[in-house]
Structures are given as structure tokens and as C-alpha cells.
């Protein structure tokens, strides 16, 4: 079992350049969430999806960031026109079911995102 | 809105010493939410330490245990006997119990340094 899977570990990008990070889950889980981590704001959530299907994005700046599931095996977080307060550290979950007394979450080992 | 607060860090502790790191909850939205414990140990990525979703029971693991008290909306971690591994940086967090609400609400985190 590799566990969650990020890619890339540590990216790079200038004021106003796109970003996509990449998350692959735990094979037979179900649910995909994504996170950001920051000096000031500790541990947000972001969104998650549960069989690929968006259940909630109530975490996500309502412009430039996207994220879509488009099969089982891998889930991207996009940031259109990135700003240096998108500078974060970027997780990703999965777990085997979601909410309930199982909700255990399987994290991966983030993205570091400069914005320069 | 629902928060989490917990002991700010960072924290030293000598080996062998007994620890607490206190847990306060506020749960205005969840009328029965679970409880966790997450840790970062250095150089890897975010694991469940501990859970409970029951008010009132006690979690356990590694040596840590934590009470899930409602009257108090506290889940205190505490260890009688720490250990030089013991170093990290633990988050306590809480979850909904209903299936479509899996986000969980972290804590700011504190960072524990064991000394030799």
C-alpha cells in the first residue's frame, strides 16, 4: 500500500501563473479531500469528493481555485492567476467512507506551493 | 461556527515526565460529533493517533489516551511517560457523524519536543 499519493512535492510558480496539483487516493477509497496549510490559518479544509462526486466545497475561495475528480484513481486542485497568499502547503485524504464512526483520513504528504 | 483550540506550542517535556495537551471544542453546528487526534511525527506525513465518537469513552494508543467530555467539550491527550519518539506535532480535530459531512475542523497544532 503506497498511501495517498501527491505530486508535485514542492512547486514553484510566479504572480498570476496557473497550478495544478495532482493527488492520487488509497486504491478502494471513496473519499478524496483536500486541505491547505498555512502559518496563520493552521489546517483548512477545502473540499472533498465521495465517488468522485462533489459533496462539499464550502473550504474553497469562491474565484481561481477548482477541483474536479475525474476518475477513482486521481483528483487535481487547480489555482487559476496564483496570488503569494495561495503560498501553502496542500493536502490531500482519502478514506474508506465517509463521515460516521469511521472517518478516519488517510493523509498524503502534501504540496508545498511557492508563489512568488 | 464550529472550532477547535488546543495547548498552544510549543511544548517541552523531559522523558519519563507525564504530558497533557489540552482540547476544547465548540460544536454549535454537529450535535454529535467525533473526536480525533492526528500526529505528525518529523519527516512524515499525517496520521490518526487516537479517535472517539461516543461522549463520555476513552481513547487510547501508543500510550496516549484521550476523554471525550461533553460536559466540558474537552479531549484532553494526555501520556504518563513520554519518550524522546514521542516528538511531533499533534492536532486534535472534529468530524461530523452524518455520512455526507466528512471535513474535520483541526486545531492549530502543538509541537512537542521530548528532552533526553
Known amino acids: 500500500n503506497a498511501g495517498v499519493i501527491q505530486t508535485p512535492r514542492h512547486k514553484v510558480t510566479g504572480k498570476g501563473q496557473e497550478a495544478t496539483l495532482w493527488c492520487e487516493p488509497i486504491s478502494g477509497h471513496s473519499a478524496v479531500f483536500w486541505y491547505r496549510q498555512t502559518i496563520v490559518q493552521g489546517l483548512e479544509f477545502l473540499t472533498y469528493f465521495r465517488n468522485q462526486a462533489p459533496i462539499d466545497d464550502s473550504g474553497m475561495p469562491k474565484e481561481r481555485f477548482s477541483a474536479q475528480m475525474p476518475n477513482q484513481s486521481h483528483s487535481t486542485l487547480k489555482i487559476q492567476s496564483t496570488q503569494p497568499q495561495d503560498s501553502a502547503v496542500y493536502l490531500c485524504?482519502?478514506?474508506?467512507?465517509?463521515?460516521?464512526?469511521?472517518?478516519?483520513?488517510?493523509f498524503g504528504p502534501g504540496t508545498r506551493l511557492t508563489v512568488l | 461556527g464550529d472550532s477547535v483550540t488546543q495547548t498552544e506550542g510549543p511544548v517541552t517535556v523531559s522523558e519519563s515526565e507525564s504530558l497533557i495537551i489540552n482540547c476544547t471544542y465548540s460544536a454549535t453546528s454537529i450535535a454529535y460529533p467525533n473526536l480525533f487526534w492526528y500526529v505528525r511525527y518529523p519527516g512524515e506525513g499525517l496520521q490518526l493517533l487516537l479517535k472517539v465518537i461516543t461522549a463520555g469513552q476513552k481513547g487510547s494508543s501508543r500510550g496516549f489516551e484521550a476523554t471525550y467530555n461533553k460536559e466540558t467539550t474537552s479531549f484532553h491527550l494526555q501520556k504518563a511517560s513520554v519518550q524522546e519518539s514521542d516528538s511531533a506535532v499533534y492536532y486534535c480535530a472534529l468530524g461530523r457523524r452524518n455520512y455526507n459531512q466528512g471535513k474535520l475542523i483541526f486545531g492549530q497544532g502543538t509541537k512537542l519536543s521530548i528532552k533526553p
Open positions: 485524504a482519502s478514506s474508506p467512507r465517509t463521515g460516521g464512526a469511521l472517518a478516519e483520513q488517510f
